[in-house]
């Protein structure tokens, strides 16, 4: 049976109540499914970059199948889970409505945005990892490429890293698109559903 791992950072120790029931029907149709879905949260971390590092070592320890990245604040139908993780490619995540009046996304594509007619899927320059499901090989690449590191006791790879770039902010979730591409793995999205992103604004 495959395996996968739904991590969260929760920096503040607590999850949705959106994202717990989306969870929750989630391992039930996965495992249905034949995936065995195990969610594992990395709490009381304000470094998020650091959170999710600590994420991707328990995954790689683990010897998970795949890694499906979830913020605590999302939510989802079941089904809009099982079908990224079924999809045949190594790195396709969920476009995430940003918590603003404005309509705007997680995605960036310098290109524009063209549907692959056999995949449904869309190439992108990066996604946020409000909802990405990235298989263990990719995740086990970006590792052996990424500069080791300790935080206390916790020892990482720096597989998500803030960096400046000409001059601009590039956040951690940029930053491990741009390692992904350089290990030769293209960025997808599944452009047949919105994911949830609940807060001041939903």
Known sequence: MRRAMIATPAFDGRVDVNYTYSLVQTIQLCLGNGIRVCPVWWPGEALVQHARNMLVQLAIDAKVDDVLFVDSDQEWKPEEA????????????????????????????????????ETGLMAVDS???????????????????????????????????LQVISGELWGEDTIFCEKLKECGYDIHIDPSFVVGHRGSKT
């Open 82 to 117: 099982l079908r990224l993780l079924t999809h045949p490619v190594q790195v396709v995540g969920a476009p995430v409505r940003k918590k603003s009046d404005e309509e705007a996304y997680n995605v960036r594509a310098t290109k524009g945005l063209q549907e692959n007619p």
């Open 127 to 161: 996604i946020g990892t409000g909802f990405l499901r990235v298989t263990i090989q990719a995740l086990q690449e970006v590792w052996s490429c990424s500069q080791p590191y300790s935080k206390g006791d916790q020892k990482a790879h720096m597989v998500f890293d």
